[in-house]
Nanobody
Framework: QVQLVESGGGLVQAGGSLRLSCAASGLTFSIYAMGWFRQAPGKEREFVAAISRSGITYYADSVKGRFTVSRDNAKKSVYLQMNSLKPEDTAVYYC??????????????????WGQGTQVTASS
C-alpha cells in the first residue's frame, strides 16, 4: 500500500532552520505532484508548498522566500527546507501526493495520499 513517511520535525528557536523529508513507497512517485501542508491547533489544514512532476514549485505567501521545496525522484522523496522560522510556523506538517494537478496549487481535497505528519515548533 501507499506510504508517505515524514521526518525531520522538531523544536527550534525562532530564526532557526529545519529540513523535513518525506519518503514515499507503494506508488509511481515520478507521476505525482508533491506538496506540504500544515495544521496548527484549532485551525484548518493549509497549503504550504508544492512541486509538480516537472519540478515547478509554488509557495504560500506566508513562507515565500523562507521555505524551499525539492524532490528526488530516484529516492522517491520530497523535502522542505525551512529557514528563518517564526512562531506562527508552528504546526503539524503533512506530506501529500497529488495525481491530478489541474488545480494548482493543490487544495487539501485534491490530495490522494497523506503522510502521518511531523510536529514543527518554533519558539519565541
Amino acid at each position: 500500500q501507499v506510504q508517505l513517511v515524514e521526518s525531520g520535525g522538531g523544536l527550534v528557536q525562532a530564526g532557526g532552520s529545519l529540513r523535513l523529508s518525506c519518503a514515499a513507497s507503494g506508488l509511481t512517485f515520478s507521476i505525482y505532484a508533491m506538496g506540504w501542508f500544515r495544521q496548527a491547533p484549532g485551525k484548518e489544514r493549509e497549503f504550504v508548498a508544492a512541486i509538480s512532476r516537472s519540478g515547478i514549485t509554488y509557495y504560500a505567501d506566508s513562507v515565500k522566500g523562507r521555505f524551499t521545496v525539492s524532490r528526488d525522484n530516484a529516492k522517491k522523496s520530497v523535502y522542505l527546507q525551512m529557514n528563518s522560522l517564526k512562531p506562527e510556523d508552528t504546526a503539524v506538517y503533512y506530506c501529500a501526493a497529488v495525481s491530478d494537478s489541474s488545480n494548482w496549487p493543490p487544495r487539501p481535497r485534491d490530495v490522494d495520499y497523506w503522510g502521518q505528519g511531523t510536529q514543527v515548533t518554533a519558539s519565541s
